[in-house]
């Protein structure tokens, strides 16, 4: 049974910075990219920011710049993603996500967390 733990996440000052943690429960291979997506009530899912097995970064315009993702893994497995959020603003307030990287190459890359509540507050 793999399972994704988001912890980190709590209310901040606009301004404020907080670092998300993703805890790999079971296993991961590392070949899925594992990346962060957030949801706010009334607007529709958003990427955040992704990292492949190679360490290669990808963010959302929004988050470009103020956001950094990293991970730990191993020769076989994932074990860990983060986001640290640093100048954080009032419209970063969602529910934050953790997941695998779904693709036609990786399709058994589908695991999401339960997620994590930011709140920014001005």
């Known amino acids: 049974q793999v399972q994704l733990m988001e912890t980190g996440g709590g209310p901040v000052q606009a301004g404020g910075s907080l670092k998300l943690s993703c805890e790999v429960r079971?296993?991961?291979?590392?070949?899925?990219?594992m990346g962060w997506y957030r949801k706010a009530p009334g607007k529709e899912r958003e990427f955040v920011s992704s990292i492949d097995k190679e360490d290669f970064r990808d963010y959302g315009p929004l988050v470009r710049g103020r956001f950094t993702i990293s991970q730990t893994q191993d020769n076989n497995s994932k074990k860990a993603v983060f986001l640290e959020m640093t100048n954080l603003k009032t419209g970063d307030t969602a529910m934050y996500y953790c997941?695998?990287?779904?693709?036609?190459?990786?399709?058994?890359?589908?695991?999401w967390g339960q997620g994590t509540q930011v709140t920014v507050s001005s």
């Open positions: 079971g296993y991961i291979s590392r070949y899925c990219g």
């Open positions: 997941a695998t990287i779904k693709s036609a190459l990786y399709p058994y890359c589908d695991y």
